[in-house]
């Protein structure tokens, strides 16, 4: 039975001890992973088994993961190779486990989607499940000094490859402009009456807040999508009626050091889910997207 509450219990446990035997080994390493939890919860809110998930940015295809193992069809495309390769085991794993629903994984550019993406399942996808690439400062793992020997603490996993239609190495103006247009190729997919979920996060620059979730609310609308939810994803587990946080070294750091100046911050823990609808009456999502762009 979904629960259709606004803030999400989805980090019970660890987000590694939610992929564990669920996922090949080097998953690990991509800077930017959605939490299994907040996965598995839209999958199950918002589409009913033998559905079909689209995930345009799928990173290592944890959307699809997820939606496979909750017996819904997944398609996930990603524009780095290695990642999509990773992502495409994944869902083969994940097909094999759970035996009755298909996945496939496209590498390929989102912001044209629909050229490669078969026009027989244009208009089919129940469920847009995404996060954009986001801040380098909210991304990536970290090792101590006993891990690996070197002096000091050592960030890794926190950079993607070079490519600039890799849009982690865009401004965020570029970003927002080509999320959009991501946006608008999926109003394309969708059935109508479908639902599109953003996760998505805040993170700040010379301690100013870079509200990126406002942004894409707005980058919804500008694709033809209309919002109709804005939730909470818990990051941390609920224990006791208490919230117990997992902040990465870098989080604790950074708000210290802040606190240490004089700035009240907080450690996130939470992400924020965008939920829009393609409503019942949009049939004709290509016409409006090309009146978007022109
Ligand atoms: C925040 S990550 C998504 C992670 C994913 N949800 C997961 O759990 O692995 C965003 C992904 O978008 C990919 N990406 C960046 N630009 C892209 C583009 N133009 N087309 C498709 N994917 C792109 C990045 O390589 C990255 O893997």
């Known amino acids: 039975m979904p629960c259709y509450d606004s803030v999400w219990n989805t980090a019970p446990t660890s987000a590694p001890a939610q992929r564990k035997g669920r996922y090949t080994p080097g998953s690990a390493?991509?800077?930017?992973?959605?939490?299994?939890?907040?996965?598995?919860?839209?999958?199950?809110?918002?589409?009913?088994?033998g559905d079909l998930v689209l995930d345009p940015m799928c990173g290592i295809g944890t959307t699809l993961v997820e939606a496979l193992h909750l017996g819904r069809n997944a398609l996930g495309i990603e524009y780095e190779p290695k990642w999509s390769s990773l992502a495409s085991r994944n869902a083969s794993l994940a097909e094999e486990a759970e035996g009755k629903a298909t996945g496939a994984v496209h590498r390929g550019d989102a912001r044209r989607l629909t050229e490669f993406i078969p026009?027989?399942?244009?208009?089919e996808a129940n469920l847009v499940l995404t996060s954009p690439p986001y801040g380098p400062s909210v991304h990536g793992q970290v090792r101590s000094t006993r891990d690996t020997g070197e002096r000091g603490v050592v960030k890794k996993n926190f950079r993607y490859g070079h490519d600039q239609d890799n849009l982690a190495h865009v401004s965020t103006t570029h970003l927002l402009e080509a999320f959009t247009e991501i946006l608008a190729q999926c109003r394309t997919m969708l059935r109508p009456g479908g639902t599109v979920v953003v996760t998505t996060r805040p993170w700040r620059e010379r301690g100013?807040?870079?509200?990126?979730?406002?942004?894409?609310?707005?980058?919804?609308?500008?694709?033809?999508?209309?919002?109709?939810?804005?939730?909470?994803a818990l990051l941390a587990g609920v224990r006791d009626g208490r919230l117990i946080s997992?902040?990465?070294?870098?989080?604790?750091?950074?708000?210290?050091?802040?606190?240490?100046?004089?700035?009240?911050?907080?450690?996130?823990?939470?992400?924020?889910?965008?939920?829009?609808?393609?409503?019942?009456?949009?049939?004709?999502?290509?016409?409006?997207?090309?009146?978007?762009?022109?």
Do not use: W
Not at 32 to 45: E, F, L, N, Q, S
């Open 119 to 123: 026009a027989t399942l244009h208009g």
């Open 208 to 232: 100013e807040l870079i509200d990126l979730p406002s942004a894409v609310l707005a980058a919804g609308k500008a694709a033809g999508l209309t919002p109709s939810e804005r939730c909470v």
């Open 246 to 294: 997992r902040p990465s070294f870098f989080q604790m750091k950074n708000v210290r050091d802040a606190r240490r100046q004089g700035i009240p911050l907080s450690v996130i823990q939470h992400e924020d889910v965008l939920v829009f609808t393609r409503l019942p009456s949009d049939i004709n999502a290509r016409a409006s997207v090309a009146r978007f762009r022109s």
């Open 29 to 49: 390493a991509h800077p930017a992973k959605m939490h299994p939890g907040i996965a598995a919860h839209a999958v199950a809110t918002y589409t009913k088994p």
